[in-house]
């Protein structure tokens, strides 16, 4: 019989792309394995990239606690033989009482079970007191790998590169985006400008002015419909911007990232997804601690600064006295010429 495996993240897009690498260690090791995944019904659309998850199951957080404790009961009759709780929140703590309880676990009956841990203590050393216990740079893809070698899972030679887009995706995307695009589309550039947090992100007039350095390229923008700002990137120059901010989904964007050259992108869950599609990115890190990529076609762009990390996600303040300084001081220029050096290499 197939070994079953219950994947358990929720959110975010950046941490469940990230968290993907799981699936390839499992099937690695167990090649017949049946990998079952639960995530936030609107963040489960894009699992369906990867085909080799046999199901997708998606949490509605409007049915509350009480919908949870269906699922889990309803996940529950599915006999897994192995969960893996890659999220450590309420939500997922709930699932692994109703699937793997404590009382079980201690005497070793029931699913095999393993969890990532958040390291609140060494997040709070980090943070608060500035005691870094962090093999740095961190990156996410490999702490979610770690928990797995609880199972002896840690072969990961080989990855998914069939990555899967329904015909009709691909037949929008290509009709109403890449045939919209002015230029050559070996000069076409993706700009992730947005961020979930403030403070990740590289600022506006930055962005503006890399547009304006690169008068030979045309961009191609991705972003939410609340990211209004992109707006003045594209005014620089209109006729060598097009703007989709709002104007995708997860998967289309997804889609269109895999199609890129060339991603310029903070902190991002379409940074994360360059890296998985193994797409060349340049990585604007400033204030977080944990969105480090892993592959060898991401180029890092960082200053050295001692307060560095501050943030595990970019939320909070700037100390600082010029805002964001750990992400102004990645100037337009120094970003030019690295777009230059990699798109003409």
Known sequence: MPKKFLIIRFSSIGDIIQ??????GILNHYPDAEIHWIARKDMSSFLAMDQRIHKVWGFDREKGFKGLLQQAKQLKQEQFDYVYDAHSNIRSIVLKTVLVPR???????????????????KRILLFKFRIDRFPMPFRGMLSFRKPLEKWGINDYSKVNEAWHFPAELKE????????????????????????????????????????DLLPDYHFMILAGPA???????????????LNLSGKTNLLESCYLVQKS??????????????????????SLMGPTAFGFTTGDHIKTLEVDMKCRPCTKDGSGKCKMKIYQQCMVDISPNWLADEVKMLMES
């Open 261 to 282: 050259n060339l991603v310029i992108s903070g902190d991002t869950g379409f940074l994360h997804a360059a890296d998985k599609f193994k797409i060349p990115a340049l």
């Open 19 to 24: 968290c993907m690498t799981a699936v390839d």
């Open 103 to 121: 009382w079980k676990r201690w005497f070793g009956i029931g699913p095999k079970f393993t969890m990532r841990s958040k390291d609140r203590i």
């Open 227 to 241: 990211d209004v700002f992109c707006k003045e990137i594209e005014e620089v120059a209109p006729e060598r911007v």
């Open 172 to 211: 929008k995307m290509n009709e109403q985006v890449m045939g919209k695009l002015k230029g050559e589309k070996d000069k076409l550039v993706t700009l992730v400008p947005s961020a979930a947090w403030q403070m990740k992100r590289w600022p506006v007039s930055h962005w503006q002015k890399l547009v």
